[in-house]
């Protein structure tokens, strides 16, 4: 069938230069096609028994190995440099550099202290360092899965001598010989073939293997070459092979016309390497790294410019607006999201997915929207004899039979329908019948005759077993077998068994008749001539099966919030089938014609009211999942073969399968170690809780540190002397941040888990105004509290003041995380994990003992007397209170929280 070629809209300069590559390319295959053997071998400057070793290195010097174009990997350095690649940790080394110049080298000798800078480079040295070796370990243990082995090709070189050489070192104008089990190393022409099947399901996502030939019949209704070039695809070529594709059965010898980058699986190579484009994870990061430092820009100049006016000490209000900076600063978010990606992926190791880039798992609990191929993700991606019935539609036990002692007498390559019958449940009892013939002849398959036929002998009588395509079967059989016998095959008859075919292809299954005959003994053997006059005993219908836990899987991921869209180079007939099978409702069904004509602003409509999109091509199945992004969906995309390579690149989170051809495993961020969609359900719900620990985190800092910094604002208004040091708050920081690294070992509610997850840095502005205020409310309590009961209301006690706002500051940003942790009562009804507690319970320890430290006093904070504890204690569970109150009206007012 010839597919009608139109021009689309294009998506960027990259995909359109893809689109012309494409074109031009399968142009050039197509004009290959047609050409006469003698003149193709002449055009590419070879002969029948091939080049000589001479001729192959010049042409491999001047064309390149046969290569495609793929992705380097990066050295240890660039992952390192990309640790120090992130706005906070950019901002923290710029604050360094300042503390250095003002506390270092402008402070006068006796003055000069490096406290600030160490602290400072402390932060800065655990985000990077964690970063580094979770993102470079993570990315060498995928390189080391995408290994390649090198694959070798037989050649006629020198004279015709058949050789193996490396598929890398194959040129334009090289003689190949093809035999079941080889890649087709390169795009070829095919000179010579003996019963040659092709699996190309990596290329168009079909099941079924293509019968090959050495003429093309595509075109024939094409009125001259110009129109013929307009309207084939190349893809319908019976003569031309695939780089990609593998030899399923039989033999064949074939020129190779293209290599590399010229082959057309090459044309896709440009689109495959450099930058992926941004995914929803890293636009979500971006967003909210922007919004925090904004808050930043706005609010240390106005600290600083309050402490120099109401202080008259402009110096000290620098350090202090420097230390505010770096409390203000999320420091540890990449070492968090790192943390927590990279918990995700060992969990997800256990659940048999492997991760090759961290965000891919954020991008996962994010997706709320999967695309998805129909062959091996739906379908089991085998071929199973699903019926057997005669010309009525009434299953018959001769058929299968018949069927059977065709398949297992058979001696040429059996291809995959051969294999299904052999494999049909019932084999042990057909067996156990078939050992009552004896073989006598075979006339083996040819794609002439799109038939093959076993001669047996059961007793006295011989019979000749046929089955084959319908039309060449229908065209050698004059009687039908029916309830009442053998009858003629008149025209009803002929027309009642090619509707039963239709009906039974209507359903998407591949259909085979099977006849017989009896014949005599022949000495001289058995020819294509005996094939007449044959009996019609039935049909036989084969499909690719679905999946038993397809259907579960998807209704799985609908109660999670994921929509499914099948994406697939199949047919309307099997897809619609196996959708059926599965359960599938089909709510609109594009071919990829259509999409091809639809402009970009169109395709994003239909993409919201197909779900379904059969007959695409590579470029097609790209154009969709940019459609749904482009409607704010996080998208993923689950393929495993060149088809789908440019459709997984463009996914917010690409998801492949470990026995997927190389390029599909080098495109996705994600494999699975099983294709099955119930592995990946539970993929899902991991990198939801993952980005649930995250988002604990960034609601944690954000507001707790909008609070404190809106206190010393105040603070800096109505005080004498500055609210806290600048050392406070850096010390303050860090033990904050320590408490907050096993924030990765954490559960997360199980309300959360149950829907898609994405970045909202409106939701995060809207929380941090609403939460935030409230740990301020108590820090003013606390100052009255230090002011007026402890009498720290002057410069000879401001260390006073400083050591009760400290550990009052601190336990309550430490009781934070478990109080923003869950929507829950915390410790009540939602207990964080073990190493939360912990860590958490340890910081609070630590802050409560540094002011009777001798550390303590060298940052000049002194010891506190007694009677603050019950001050502290009852400050702390009021805290509690009225943060719980906050939250259920939060959660009543915006149904959110993290």
């Not at 003055?111 to 979770?134: G, N």
């Not at 092979?241 to 980058?261: K, Q, Y």
């Not at 180079?569 to 709510?587: H, K, L, M, N």
């Not at 340890?842 to 540094?850: C, D, F, N, R, S």
Request: hydrophobic share 45%; with cysteine.
């Amino acid at each position: 069938m010839i597919r009608k070629k139109t021009q689309r809209t294009a998506f960027g300069d990259r995909e359109k230069r893809t689109a012309d590559k494409m074109a031009r390319i399968s142009k050039g295959l197509l004009s290959r096609s047609l050409q006469d053997p003698t003149c193709l071998l002449e055009s590419l400057g070879t002969r029948p028994d091939g080049l000589t070793t001479e001729e192959a290195k010049d042409r491999l010097e001047r064309f390149g190995f046969n290569l495609i174009a793929r992705e380097r990997v990066a050295a240890w350095s660039t992952h390192l440099l990309g640790a120090f690649r992130n706005p906070f940790v950019g901002i923290l080394v710029i604050l360094a550099i300042a503390s250095f110049v003002t506390e270092w080298w402008l402070a006068p000798p006796a003055e000069q202290d490096l406290t600030t800078l160490v602290i400072i480079t402390i932060l800065v040295l655990i985000s990077v360092v964690l970063t580094f070796i979770q993102e470079y370990q993570a990315n060498r243990a995928a390189q080391q899965l995408l290994s390649m082995v090198q694959s070798r090709t037989h050649v006629f070189r020198d004279g015709g001598n058949l050789k193996p050489i490396l598929s890398s070192e194959i040129v334009p104008g090289d003689i190949l010989q093809l035999a079941a089990g080889d890649m087709i190393p390169a795009d070829v022409r095919l000179l010579d073939v003996n019963n040659l099947s092709v699996n190309e399901s990596a290329l168009t996502g079909e099941s079924l293997p293509v019968e090959k030939s050495i003429t093309s019949d595509v075109g024939e209704d094409a009125e001259d070459l110009k129109e013929y070039l307009e309207m084939a695809s190349a893809l319908d070529l019976d003569n031309i092979g695939f780089m990609g594709t593998s030899v399923v059965s039989g033999t064949a010898r074939a020129v190779v016309v293209s290599s590399a980058d010229d082959t057309y699986f090459g044309s896709m190579s440009e689109e495959l390497v450099g930058h992926h484009p941004p995914t929803s994870f890293d636009q979500g990061v971006a967003s909210v790294s922007l919004l925090l430092i904004r808050f930043m820009v706005i609010m240390v100049p106005i600290i600083f410019l309050i402490n120099g006016v109401t202080q008259g000490d402009w110096f000290s209000a620098l350090l202090f607006g420097l230390a505010v900076a770096v409390g203000l600063t999320p420091e540890m978010l990449p070492a968090i999201i790192t943390g927590n990606l990279a918990k995700g992926t060992l969990e997800m190791a256990r659940a048999k997915t492997i991760v090759k880039r961290l965000n891919a798992v954020q991008n996962l609990g994010a997706m709320d929207v999967l695309c998805t191929d129909k062959t091996g993700t739906l379908t089991d991606d085998s071929v199973a004899l699903q019926t057997y019935v005669d010309v009525s539609g009434a299953e018959n036990a001769k058929v299968l039979l018949y069927t059977y002692l065709n398949s297992s007498f058979q001696t040429g390559l059996r291809n995959p329908l051969d294999e299904a019958v052999l494999a049909h449940p019932e084999v042990e009892d057909l067996a156990l019948q078939a050992d009552t013939y004896q073989k006598m002849g075979e006339i083996p398959f040819e794609t002439t005759r799109r038939r093959m036929s076993v001669v047996l002998k059961k007793g006295a009588k011989r019979i000749l077993v046929t089955k084959g395509a319908v039309d060449e079967m229908l065209a050698i059989c004059t009687h039908v077998t029916t309830p009442d016998g053998d009858q003629p095959l008149e025209d009803a008859s002929r027309q009642r068994a090619a509707q039963q075919a239709n009906t039974l292809n209507a359903e998407g299954l591949r259909v085979l008749l099977v006849g017989y005959r009896d014949v005599k003994a022949r000495p001289e053997g058995y020819s294509i001539s005996d094939e007449e006059d044959l009996t019609l005993l039935g049909l036989v219908g084969f499909l690719d099966p679905p999946k038993a836990t397809a259907g579960p899987a998807i209704q799985a991921l609908k109660t999670q919030g994921v929509s499914v869209r099948v994406l697939t180079g199949d047919s309307v007939v099997a897809t619609r089938r196996t959708c059926a099978d599965i359960g599938f409702e089909i709510q609109g069904m594009m071919e990829g014609h259509e999409v091809e004509r639809l402009p970009d602003e169109a395709l994003t409509r239909a993409v919201e009211t197909h779900n379904v999109f059969v007959r695409t091509t590579p470029l097609q199945k790209a154009r969709i999942v940019k459609a749904l992004k482009s409607k704010g969906h996080t998208v993923g995309f689950l393929g495993d073969g060149i088809n789908d390579a440019l459709a997984l690149r463009d996914a917010d989170v690409g998801i492949s399968v470990d026995n997927a051809v190389d390029i599909a495993k080098e495109s996705a961020e994600i494999i699975l170690l099983e294709k099955d969609l119930m592995v990946l359900e539970e993929a899902i719900t991991l990198g939801r809780r993952v980005f649930g620990n995250i988002m604990k985190y960034i609601k944690m800092t954000v507001s707790s540190n909008f609070g404190n910094v809106f206190s010393v604002l105040v603070a800096s208004i109505f005080l004498p002397f500055p609210p806290m040091l600048p050392l406070h708050l850096l010390v303050q920081n860090l033990l904050y941040d320590i408490s907050q690294t096993s924030i990765p070992w954490d559960t997360v509610d199980e309300e959360f888990l149950a829907k898609p997850r994405r970045w909202n840095p409106e939701g995060i502005t809207r929380f941090t105004l609403y939460v935030g205020p409230v740990s301020s409310i108590f820090d003013f309590s606390t100052f009255i509290l230090m002011w007026f009961i402890f009498g720290a209301n002057h410069v000879g006690e401001q260390a006073l003041f400083h050591s009760g706002w400290f550990v009052l500051g601190l336990l309550s940003q430490t009781l934070i995380v478990h109080l923003i942790r869950t929507r829950k009562v915390p410790f009540f009804q939602s207990t964080a994990a073990p190493p939360v507690i912990v860590t958490t319970g340890a910081v609070m320890l630590i802050g409560l003992m540094i002011p009777y430290t001798g550390f303590g006093q060298n940052l000049g904070l002194v010891a506190l007397p007694g009677s603050y504890f019950p001050w502290l204690l009852l400050t702390l569970l009021a805290y509690c209170a009225v943060i719980q109150w906050v939250k259920s009206w939060y959660i009543r007012r915006f149904d959110a929280w993290l």
